[in-house]
């Protein structure tokens, strides 16, 4: 439930109207609109009306016969992930270029923590699963990490090293901690 890719809408802070339907879904929705040239392709790419979220709810109508049938548990998450992939695949270079909206990585640099933080603060004030497991984990002493294989390419997240140290930004965990209250962040 923590995962960026976890369904939890979000809105666009400018179009209350615009929703995005995750977290992965909303990030990538803000590179295409504060750092390409082709900021449309935010709301018709990522949102809940957005091409890829709008292909995965027709496959679950499809596969759940108009939800007259349940999809199983595992089903349901394959869906998530590949639409999750699917998200992914949209913010590749080679995909920005058959969109003509390269995505200007300075602009972007530029707005990044600013966008992360509106999401993730978006997130903690709606969503009382997340800030019960959160507060959870603070209650018990714990930290939350953002794990990112190969953190160097993502300051995102971070990992864990075998003596204990954290290599990586760690930024979603860090600023989830601090809209928590941790103590030390």
């Known amino acids: 439930w923590l995962s960026p890719a976890a369904p939890f809408p979000l809105s666009d802070p400018e179009d209350a109207s615009t929703v995005y339907p995750s977290l992965e879904h909303y990030l990538a929705a803000m590179r295409y609109k504060l750092a390409s040239t082709k900021p449309d392709l935010a709301k018709s790419l990522f949102s809940r009306d957005g091409r890829i979220h709008q292909k995965f709810l027709n496959q679950r109508l499809l596969e759940t016969n108009s939800n007259t049938k349940p999809l199983s548990e ?5 869906l998530l992930q590949e639409e999750r992939d699917e998200v992914r695949k949209a913010l590749r270079p080679a995909t920005q270029k058959t969109y003509s909206a390269p995505i200007d990585e300075a602009a972007w640099a530029t707005v990044k923590d600013k966008v992360l933080l509106e999401a993730l ?3 903690w004030e709606k969503d009382a699963r997340l800030r019960k497991i959160v507060e959870a984990a603070r209650s018990q002493g714990k930290i939350l990490l953002y794990y990112t294989p190969g ?3 993502s300051n995102l997240g971070a990992v864990r090293k075998p003596d204990g ?7 979603m965990g860090r600023i ?4 928590a209250g941790f103590p030390g962040f």
């Open 151 to 153: 953190a160097s390419s």
């Open 176 to 179: 989830m901690m601090n809209l």
């Open 121 to 123: 603060t978006q997130r």
């Open 74 to 78: 595992k089903r349901d998450f394959e």
């Open 165 to 171: 140290s954290i290599e990586g930004d760690n930024k």
